[in-house]
C-alpha cells in the first residue's frame, strides 16, 4: 500500500542523485588544476625566496576570500566526505514538496518534513557517508518516522495495565467504517484474552442498532442499546455499568457518523466525553480520504480529544498522506489499520514498517 507516495519518494532521491553527481564531476577535475597552480608557485618561490615574505601577509586574505568552493568540495570528496550545500537541493525539495502535497500531505506536514530534510542534509552531522544516496535515504527515513511515530504507544499494554473496565469511543463521519471497526477490534481483543461488550450510541440512524447487533451476534458479544432517539452518553454509561457487574474488560462505545460542520452533534460528542471519560477516544477514517480525513481530524480532536486513529481502507491503492496528515494535525498516533472486510482484517499500525515501505529499504 502506500504505492502513489513511494514512487514520489523514489524520484526525489534520483534528483538530489543527479544533482550531487554532476557537482562530483566537476569536482573531480578541479584538483589538478589547484595541484598546477600549486607547483608554479612552489617553483617561483625557490627562484626568488624573497617571494615568500611578499606574499606572507596576503596568504590568510587569499584563502578566506578566494579559495574555490568547488576546491573545498572535491577535496571533501577525495576523502570520502559529502558536502551538500544550498543550491544542490533546491530543485530536489521542491520536487519532494510537489510529491508530498500530491499525496495528500498537509501542507504543514509537508514543510516539516522539507525543514527536516534540509537541515539533516546540511548539517555536519551527516557529511561523512559513503554516498549521496545514502544521505538522502537516512534524512527521509528519520523525517518521515518523525511526524508518523508521533505518540506511539503500546495499545495492548495500556489495555492490559489500565483498570477494568476500559471504555474505547469510538467518533467518525457516516459510512467510513467505524461500526466495522468496533467489530474486528473486539475480535483483535478476544484473540488476546480480553471480553468485550459493544454499546451502541448511535441513537440518531435508522437501522444503526440493527446493524451494530448483527456484528455483536456474528462474533457472540453482548450488545447495550437504546431506543432511536435516546440519550447516546446515557447508552454508553449503561455499557459500563454492564460491564462492572459482569466482568467485562473492555466497553466498546459507537457515536453517530458525526458530520464534522454539525454543531449540534460535536456538542453531544462533548456530552459523551463529559459523562462517560472515557479511557480512550479513537477517530475513524478512510486511508483514502485523504485531505478530507484531516480536516475532519482536526475537528473531532477539537471536540473531544482523540487518543489515536483508525484508518479503514488501507488495503486500498492509497497515496499514504492521510496516515502522516493525520497523526501530525493530531499530534496523535494511528493505532490500527483496516486491511479487508474480515473480522481479522485489522492490524497494529507500525510506523518504522511503513517508512521502510516508503523507501524500499529492507
Known sequence: MFDGLKDKLSGFREDVEESTEAEEDEEDEAPPEEATTAESGADATAESPSAVDSDAGGSDESSNDDEPSTFQRAKAFATGRIIIEEE??????????MALLESDVEMSVAEQILDSVRETMLGESRKQVETTGELVESALHDALLDVIAVGQFDFEERIAEADKPVTIVFTGVNGVGKTTSIAKLSEWLDDRGYSSVLANGDTYRAGANEQIREHADRLGRDLISH????????????????????????VLGDTAGRLHTSDDLMAQLEKIDRVVDPDM??????????????????EFNDAAAIDGAILTKADADSSGGAAISVAYVTGKPILFLGTGQG???????????????????E
Open 227 to 250: 431506543d432511536q432517539g435516546g440519550d447516546p452518553a446515557a447508552v454508553i454509561y449503561d455499557g459500563v455499568e454492564y460491564a462492572e457487574a459482569n466482568d467485562v474488560d473492555v
Open 281 to 298: 477516544t479513537l477517530f475513524v477514517d478512510e486511508a483514502v480520504a485523504g485531505q478530507d480525513a484531516v480536516n475532519r481530524a482536526k
Open 343 to 361: 473480522y481479522d482484517d485489522i492490524t497494529r499500525f507500525d510506523p518504522e514498517a511503513l517508512v521502510e515501505s516508503l523507501l524500499d529499504e
Open 88 to 97: 544542490d537541493l533546491e530543485e530536489p525539495l521542491w520536487n519532494l514538496e
